[in-house]
């Protein structure tokens, strides 16, 4: 089964590709959002390009488990996407608390470049997600 991350953003969103028999992931290169529906047309063709039947949505929670703010943002994106998409592939919501946080201290060793390291960051924390999920798909 082939899953697509995404790490929602208001300026970028980083997606990553996985495949769940054979547990691997790698991240693909983010993208500046330009609004709801091109980015929609976006992730449909990451759908056809790559033969996606899961979507993970990383769901931004405080650390208390609480909505944040983009939490609400990120529902109504989902939304409009699952009006879209075919009905065969599942959305579902992974919790993102400090995937970027570790994302972020995964490039610090590989990039020292701030600026270089912002660019991808998106990508890296989708990366995070996905591997997570898959590591716990494996071991319930």
Same mark, same amino acid.
């Given at each position: ?7 929602? %953003? ?24 330009? %609004? &709801? ?7 449909e063709h990451l ?5 996606? @039947? ?9 650390? &208390? %488990?609480?909505? @944040? ?17 075919? %009905? ?33 960051? &998106?990508?890296? @924390? ?6 997570s999920y898959i ?6």
């Amino acid at each position: 089964m082939k899953i697509l991350a995404v790490d929602f %953003g208001m300026k970028r969103m980083g997606f990553a590709i996985g495949n769940a028999v054979i547990r691997t992931a790698v991240p693909i290169d983010p993208i500046v959002r330009k %609004g &709801d529906v091109p980015d929609i047309q976006y992730i449909e063709h990451l759908i056809d390009e790559y033969d996606i @039947s899961k979507i993970l949505i990383g769901c931004p929670l405080n650390m &208390d %488990g609480t909505k @944040s703010g983009i939490t609400l943002d990120v529902e109504a994106f989902t939304e409009k996407l699952k009006e879209k998409i075919p %009905g065969n592939i599942v959305v579902e919501f992974v919790d993102e608390r400090l995937s970027s946080f570790e994302a972020e201290e995964m490039l610090k060793s590989h990039q020292q470049d701030y600026k270089k390291r912002k660019k991808i960051l &998106d990508s890296i @924390s989708a990366l995070v997600l996905l591997s997570s999920y898959i590591d716990q798909s494996q071991n319930p």
